[in-house]
């Protein structure tokens, strides 16, 4: 299965998120969504399981939940907007996948069983970080997941 992970659009959602997403089966963003209208085009592709961030003030986004918890292929995937605000131990409580957005800076980071995934941000460049995103496979007992700059 192959899942597109973004975050951090506020508002935009780029042609290169359409085309880098159109084979996934699932998408999930990690926060700071924006608009409805980045929701509504990446429904158009697959299912989108999503998370509000610290901008998503309106009425629109009280729909999305702080912290999101999906299975996978029997794999575990934690989503949350703010990494910082985490309050388990990921390990400990079974998750084997933990994703978050909020700082702009993509990264993929195993400690221990447990992958730390930040797609980066998908929205209009800021900090001098480049636009991105990531793509996750998941196929049987293994994990693969890469980063794309846009």
Request: aromatic content about 6%; glycine content about 6%; hydrophobic content about 45%.
């Amino acid at each position: 299965m192959q899942i597109g992970v973004i975050s951090d659009t506020h508002g935009l959602v780029r042609p290169e998120v359409l085309s880098n997403f159109r084979d996934c089966q699932l998408i999930v963003h990690a926060g700071d969504i924006g608009s409805p209208a980045v929701m509504d085009s990446l429904k158009e592709l697959a299912p989108v399981i999503a998370v509000r961030g610290n901008t998503d003030k309106e009425t629109w986004a009280k729909q999305y939940p702080l912290v999101e918890i999906i299975i996978v292929k029997n794999k575990c995937l934690y989503i949350l907007h703010d990494l910082n605000k985490l309050m388990l131990i990921p390990a400990a409580s079974g998750f084997h996948v933990v994703i978050s957005g909020h700082s702009h800076r993509p990264s993929m980071k195993w400690r221990g069983e447990v992958l730390f995934l930040n797609p980066g941000s998908a929205g209009p460049r800021r900090f001098n970080l480049p636009a991105s995103l990531s793509l996750m496979e998941i196929d049987k007992n293994v994990i693969n997941t890469r980063i794309i700059e846009l």
